[in-house]
């Protein structure tokens, strides 16, 4: 008996309450209410095995939507002390441990989990180990356009993505991803294509057209500090990315074309407005 996966198991014994199938040495029941009408003794069903609410093995014939080993997007549907359940399209929901987390994630998010089966042989879900599991053959070029999911925040790397929910890719560490939670989509641009496979990514627009969009919120942090910048695009990389977001090479070019239009004044390292 294969736990997690789709198998054909034939029909040993007919119940008040269902059937029993089996594999030739171990049986599993399969509910009346999922019993195909007409069904005869060694007849052959296609069933997938997991297990009730009670730990028992139980078959169905209703196909999740994902088994084990497999990856896939799946929705939370509540999150409580034990972790949080997973909607795989059968009656009982997968939990995912707090433990197989990479962040808490909330009700009504769709996440990327693999199925794996625990040290108490159930099977659950894991936000872990999706790096491994996503494909390093993109079929895109750089400049191509691509939805992206996000399913971990790589702190001292960057933020790792997965594009169309298959390839492997990564946000660099200096793009502020404050505002987007695991499980998000959003819109990214191929940057590179590493000789392995895997994607760098942008969720800047394409340089002319990001830097309008920089050099109005600087404006605009600058009025936040009453007309005068307290730093100069002298500052470490470290200091612009936390007061404005930007990298600094951004933040350069977004200062350098403030500067030319003669919007700002720089001077004793600090920038006013003009």
Same mark, same amino acid.
Not at 27 to 32: A, D, E, I, M, N
Not at 200 to 226: F, P
Not at 230 to 246: C, D, H, Q, Y
């Given at each position: ?27 599993? +029941? *399969? &509910?009346? $209410? ?8 060694? #007849? =052959?069903?296609? @069933?997938? %095995? !997991?297990? /009730? ?41 997968? +939990? *995912? &441990?707090? $433990? ?8 009504? #998010? =769709?996440?990327? @989990?693999? %199925? !794996?089966? /625990? ?64 499980? /998000? ?90």
């Amino acid at each position: 008996m294969k736990l997690g996966e789709i198998q054909k198991l034939k029909i040993q014994k007919k119940v008040e309450f269902g059937v029993y199938l089996t594999d030739g040495e171990e049986r599993v +029941l *399969l &509910p009346k $209410k999922q019993v195909p009408e007409n069904a005869a003794i060694s #007849d =052959e069903l296609s @069933v997938f %095995v !997991y297990k /009730d609410s009670k730990d028992r093995l139980i078959a169905t014939t209703t196909e999740p939507l994902l088994t084990l080993g497999q990856m896939g997007v799946l929705t939370v549907s509540q999150v409580n002390k034990v972790g949080a359940f997973l909607d795989w399209g059968l009656e009982k929901d997968l +939990l *995912l &441990p707090f $433990k197989e987390m990479t962040k808490q994630p909330s009700e009504g #998010d =769709e996440i990327l @989990v693999r %199925v !794996y089966i /625990d040290k108490s042989q159930r099977l659950c879900a894991s936000m872990k180990g999706i790096y491994d599991m996503l494909s390093k053959n993109p079929p895109y070029q750089v400049g191509d356009e691509v939805e992206a999911r996000i399913y971990e925040f790589g702190h001292d790397f960057g933020t790792f993505v997965a594009l169309e929910d298959k390839y492997s890719a990564m946000i660099p560490r200096h793009e502020d991803v404050s505002k987007f939670k695991i499980g /998000d989509v959003l819109m990214v641009r191929i940057t590179g294509i590493k000789e392995d496979g895997k994607c760098d990514v942008t969720i800047r627009d394409k340089a002319y057209i990001q830097m309008e969009d920089d050099a109005k919120a600087i404006l605009d942090l600058i009025d936040s500090y009453a007309g005068v910048l307290p730093f100069s695009e002298k500052a470490s990389p470290e200091v612009i990315k936390r007061e404005t977001g930007l990298s600094k090479a951004a933040f350069k070019r977004a200062i350098g074309r403030l500067y030319k239009e003669r919007l700002i004044t720089l001077d004793e390292g600090k920038i006013r407005k003009a």
